[in-house]
């Protein structure tokens, strides 16, 4: 469970996660056919997907068990904070942000910026959405997991954010990107960004 400062609560998928790439993920990973970078991979069915499908991929995340499940499907991931150093910057086709990892950082202006650096000239960063509505909400969350007892364990204050299908044009333009492609799957949606000409991006 997600409890963020505005008093809103939501239950995270942890069982999805761990499984497989669901079908709804195949579209989106279709659309990967080149080196691709999966930001805050979490136990790595995404990258392994990738891996399995030919694809180089490589999982980040900053949780060194999250490398360790990714690891053990077979797929490559590296502990790594995402805005420190990565290899190949600049030479990446493609950087997934899905399941709510827009999110990281606290600001997907700043986040989608630092994607774009990433990425190789006509690549692409395959985000996942907030339905229409909501639009870019910044603030704090916290982790709450409900004890063997019952009650709720919650964790401290972390910064988070969440991106609509709507204010999705405006941060990405922020970070010297455009939406390519907005589209919806299994009631899940998801935007293609690809790079504008040359820019620093979004700096703060």
């Given at each position: 469970?997600?409890?963020?400062?505005?008093?809103?609560?939501?239950?995270?998928?942890?069982?999805?996660?761990?499984?497989?790439?669901?079908?709804?993920?195949?579209?989106?990973?279709?659309?990967?056919?080149?080196?691709?970078?999966?930001?805050?991979?979490?136990?790595?069915?995404?990258?392994?997907?990738?891996?399995?499908?030919?694809?180089?991929?490589?999982?980040?995340?900053?949780s060194?068990?999250?490398?360790?499940?990714?690891?053990?499907?077979?797929?490559?991931?590296?502990?790594?904070d995402?805005?420190?150093?990565?290899?190949?910057?600049?030479?990446?086709?493609h950087?997934?942000?899905?399941?709510?990892?827009?999110?990281?950082?606290?600001?997907?202006?700043?986040?989608?910026?630092r994607?774009?650096?990433?990425?190789r000239?006509?690549?692409?960063?395959l985000?996942?959405?907030?339905?229409?509505?909501?639009?870019?909400?910044?603030?704090?969350?916290?982790?709450?997991?409900?004890g063997?007892?019952?009650?709720?364990?919650?964790?401290?204050?972390?910064?988070?954010?969440?991106?609509?299908?709507?204010?999705v044009?405006?941060?990405?333009?922020?970070?010297?990107?455009?939406?390519?492609?907005?589209?919806?799957?299994?009631?899940?949606?998801?935007?293609?960004l690809?790079?504008?000409?040359?820019?620093h991006?979004?700096?703060?």
């Amino acid at each position: 469970m997600v409890h963020d400062d505005n008093g809103s609560r939501r239950r995270l998928p942890v069982r999805r996660w761990h499984g497989p790439a669901e079908p709804t993920m195949d579209d989106v990973l279709g659309r990967c056919v080149g080196p691709t970078l999966d930001l805050g991979c979490g136990p790595g069915r995404l990258t392994s997907a990738l891996s399995r499908a030919g694809v180089t991929a490589v999982g980040v995340d900053i949780s060194a068990q999250a490398v360790r499940l990714t690891r053990a499907r077979g797929a490559v991931a590296l502990r790594a904070d995402l805005f420190a150093p990565l290899p190949a910057e600049g030479r990446w086709a493609h950087v997934l942000l899905i399941d709510g990892n827009i999110g990281i950082g606290g600001d997907p202006r700043v986040l989608l910026a630092r994607c774009r650096d990433l990425l190789r000239p006509g690549g692409t960063v395959l985000v996942e959405l907030e339905p229409p509505g909501p639009g870019l909400w910044m603030g704090r969350a916290r982790l709450a997991v409900e004890g063997a007892e019952g009650g709720w364990h919650v964790g401290p204050p972390f910064r988070w954010a969440r991106l609509d299908t709507v204010a999705v044009t405006g941060a990405a333009s922020a970070a010297g990107l455009v939406v390519r492609d907005l589209f919806r799957r299994d009631r899940r949606w998801f935007a293609e960004l690809t790079a504008t000409a040359p820019t620093h991006g979004y700096r703060i």
